[in-house]
T-cell receptor, first 112, second 111 residues
Framework: TQLLEQSPQFLSIQEGENLTVYCNSS?????LQWYRQEPGEGPVLLVT?????EVKKLKRLTFQFGDARKDSSLHITAAQTGDTGLYLC????????????FGEGTQLTVNP | KAGVTQTPRYLIKTRGQQVTLSCSPI?????VSWYQQTPGQGLQFLFE???????NKGNFPGRFSGRQFSNSRSEMNVSTLELGDSALYLC??????????FGSGTRLTVV
């Protein structure tokens, strides 16, 4: 069974601060995705990374895929209150098709 | 374009009953996956359908079943409901090589 461990589980920061969320596994993934979920809604895809060492930027969000494709990080610069939500990483194993293994999520609260 | 539509949004059922949830994927998406989300377990994979065939199945008991129709719409069924089945059930559609687009989910409460 492939597991994805996310840390921290909870994060409460002030607007303007930077933060990093980590996603780690002992398994290799063919790709890794990051989602953001708001209460009462389904997760929304933020980014997909597929190449070891890949870095993708989405405005103030920077996503990195580890060289060995076992881990990933999400860095948010100058957090805003609108960034509040549950951030989920999800990995696709080479042999599992489009089935994703999700981490348990990081609940981010950005205070004004 | 229309997103993934799940119905109903909320459902309250009694233990022992059965329930059917519906999912209409994005037009052109042939893969539909179902996940169960609970506070303690996070998102757990239930099953995936592609072209009316179950392509992948998670570790859930046989009480959980699903199907997909020729128009790619999918249903999942849970029989003999238990209190522990209370969860947000999420459906996601995808095209090959792309990430999931999730619906807003069906919140099932078993009392």
């Amino acid at each position: 069974t492939q597991l994805l461990e996310q840390s921290p589980q909870f994060l409460s920061i002030q607007e303007g601060e930077n933060l990093t969320v980590y996603c780690n596994s002992s398994s290799v993934f063919s790709s890794l995705q990051w989602y953001r979920q708001e209460p009462g809604e389904g997760p929304v895809l933020l980014v997909t990374v597929v190449t070891g060492g890949e870095v993708k930027k989405l405005k103030r969000l920077t996503f990195q895929f580890g060289d060995a494709r076992k881990d990933s990080s999400l860095h948010i610069t100058a957090a805003q209150t609108g960034d509040t939500g549950l951030y989920l990483c999800a990995g696709a194993a080479v042999t599992s098709g489009s089935r994703l293994t999700f981490g348990e999520g990081t609940q981010l609260t950005v205070n004004p | 374009k229309a997103g993934v539509t799940q119905t109903p949004r909320y459902l309250i059922k009694t233990r022992g009953q059965q329930v059917t949830l519906s999912c209409s994927p994005i037009s052109g998406h042939r893969s539909v996956s179902w996940y169960q989300q609970t506070p303690g377990q996070g998102l757990q994979f239930l099953f995936e359908y592609f072209s009316e065939t179950q392509r992948n199945k998670g570790n859930f008991p046989g009480r959980f079943s699903g199907r997909q129709f020729s128009n790619s719409r999918s249903e999942m069924n849970v029989s003999t409901l238990e209190l522990g089945d209370s969860a947000l059930y999420l459906c996601a559609s995808s095209k090959r090589g792309h990430g999931y687009t999730f619906g807003s989910g069906t919140r099932l409460t078993v009392v």
